[in-house]
Structures are given as structure tokens and as C-alpha cells.
């Protein structure tokens, strides 16, 4: 039993279980909202523009009766009684769809443009290098590679100028050199 509580504790205390727990949460606080949205600003203005177009009919008034139940002291039709097809609750669901997907699209393609933006920045190439190894049709992974060898390439080169660098300081001058052969002559005489 304390192996399977383990498992089971760090199941749900990894990044990924408490990041889609999070997305639920904050899912159904937004499906709240854009139900609200339609339900209470967009089928309303449907509805009026239905109104004047059909002459009185909205989306909400639209139903095909598979059963129509009339009340006999009104009568009027009795929706609890009937069976019908209710098109402005299904129009009302489309909408809801619609705008979910339309915001999760902007949403989505935020954080790609803010994904993309921050590969870019940590590859070390500018906007118009990293498009172009993009519409050569470079992975991110490759285009992370090929920085990765560019910047190895960039430090050995860098290593071998501070060695020639290190080594032309312990050279002698030109006058050195100079008077070296100065001596050296001196010495054979």
C-alpha cells in the first residue's frame, strides 16, 4: 500500500497532472463566461435581428413539434408536455462552440508567437535568420543543433584566436628579433 500511495503522490505531484487540473479549472470558468456571452448578449441581438427579418419569429421561437401538447384552458401550446426540437438552444450551443474555438485559437497562437519568440532569443539568431531557416523547412530541433554547432564553432574559434593571441604575446618583436640576430652574428664572429 505505501508503494502504490508513492506512485500515486508523484503521479499527481508532477508538472503535467497539476498544469491540466489548472486548464479545467480555468476551462469551465471561461465556458461560463462565453455561455454567458451568448446566451445574454448575442442570441438577444439574433433574436431582434430574427425578429425584424421573420416578422415576429426569434431563434428561441423556433421549435419543430414532434408532439404538440396544447394547455385546454388557454390554448396554448405546453412545452413541458410537447416534444420538440428546440432550434435556438442548438443555434445558442453553436455559438458557444464557435467563440470557444475562436478564443482557444488566439489563445494557441499567443503562445506559439510567444513560443517561436523565445526560441528565437535563445538560439541566438534575429528575426530574419530564424524565417529563413523556418521556409527551408528547418525543425526546432534542427535549428537548435545548428546554433548549438555555431556557437561551438564560434568558441573554438575564439580559443584558437586567445592561443595565437597568448602565443604572439610570448613571441618576440620585430626589433627583438632584430637584435637577436644581432648577437647571434656577433657571437659567430
Known sequence: MKK????FKEFVSRGNVMDMAVGVIIGGAFSAIVTALTNQILMPLINWFLFAVTGGKGIEGVYTFLN???DP??????????I?????????????????????????KAINMAHDTAEKARCGYTAEEYA?????????KEIKELAEQRD???AKKAEEEKAAAEAAKNEPSSTDKL??????SLKNK
Open 132 to 140: 529563413k531557416l523556418v521556409k527551408e523547412g528547418k525543425s526546432q
Open 68 to 70: 404538440k401538447a396544447v
Open 84 to 108: 420538440y426540437i428546440d432550434w435556438g438552444a442548438f443555434f445558442a450551443a453553436v455559438i458557444n462552440f464557435i467563440l470557444i474555438a475562436f478564443v482557444l485559437f488566439l489563445i494557441i
Open 4 to 7: 502504490f500511495m508513492k506512485e
Open 152 to 154: 561551438a564553432e564560434a
Open 179 to 184: 637584435l637577436m640576430e644581432i648577437r647571434d
Open 73 to 82: 384552458t388557454t390554448g396554448l401550446v405546453d412545452l413541458s408536455n410537447s
